[in-house]
């Protein structure tokens, strides 16, 4: 159970991402600005996780601050989502990470 629990935290991962980016190449704006945006917020994001959520973090975090990372980085996905025209899918990716997480924290793992 264990492992498909991770294996749902990294897909959501990798959809909070796209998330970023889809907002970013959706933007109603000349082709240097999507592409700038397209690419740098799920870059941030990106950065952002591997600093203080990835399992090599560079900045270990109590897991406390650690899941308040985590849902800073969820919550701006769903939202940008959102403002991307697509506020149902932001809203569940959001909803489907706090659904995880809860399960993993149920099932043991730290954080």
């Known amino acids: 159970m264990m492992a498909v629990l ?6 959501l991962e990798l959809a909070m991402l796209v998330a970023a980016g889809w907002w970013g190449f959706t933007l109603d704006a000349g082709l240097a600005v999507r592409l700038l ?4 917020a799920p870059l941030l994001i990106a950065v952002v996780w591997g600093i203080f959520c990835s399992p090599k973090a560079s900045v270990p975090l109590a897991a406390p601050a650690k899941t308040t990372v985590q849902a800073a980085c969820f919550v701006a996905g769903g939202l940008l989502l959102a403002l991307a025209g697509r506020p149902v899918p932001g809203i569940l990716l959001v ?4 659904a995880n997480t809860t ?9």
């Not at 991770?6 to 897909?11: D, N």
């Not at 909803?95 to 706090?98: D, E, G, K």
């Open 95 to 98: 909803v489907l990470w706090v």
């Open 103 to 111: 399960l993993l924290r149920l099932a043991g793992d730290p954080a």
């Open 6 to 11: 991770l294996a749902l935290a990294f897909l």
């Open 37 to 40: 945006a397209g690419l740098g």
